[in-house]
Nanobody, 127 residues
Framework: QVPLVESGGGSVQAGGSLRLSCAAS????????MGWFRQAPGKEREGVAI????????FYADSVKGRFTISRDKAKNTVYLEMNSLKPEDTAVYFC????????????????????WGQGTQVTVSS
């Protein structure tokens, strides 16, 4: 009924950690790909990280490599985003996405490549 539900957002100090969760249901429960986008005030939505159900391939934005880790629990139909060494520039609304359209390009891709979106969860990192 509600395809994607995010949780785990909040406010932390720079250098801290936060773990986001996204529970999928309905059609999105067995989607080929799930992941995260984010949008800061005045900026366009950008891809953060994605993970494929088959094979477990992952892709990350350069800005979060080495700090964020995406994982997926197939049995629970849930994807996680472990965020470490958070910076003020990580402040944004984080959206869970699922079901990527066919693509010949790797990487996280663009927003219009994903069929389903969650409502978003706010992450605020203070200096």
């Amino acid at each position: 009924q509600v395809p994607l539900v995010e949780s785990g957002g909040g406010s932390v100090q720079a250098g801290g950690s936060l773990r986001l969760s996204c529970a999928a249901s309905g059609y999105t429960a067995n989607s080929n790909c799930m992941g995260w986008f984010r949008q800061a005030p005045g900026k366009e939505r950008e891809g953060v990280a994605i993970i494929y159900r088959s094979g477990g391939s992952t892709f990350y934005a350069d800005s979060v490599k080495g700090r964020f880790t995406i994982s997926r629990d197939k049995a629970k139909n849930t994807v996680y985003l472990e965020m470490n060494s958070l910076k003020p520039e990580d402040t944004a609304v984080y959206f869970c996405v699922a079901d990527r359209l066919p693509t010949l390009v790797g990487g996280v891709g663009l927003p219009n490549e994903y069929n389903y979106w969650g409502q978003g969860t706010q992450v605020t990192v203070s200096s």
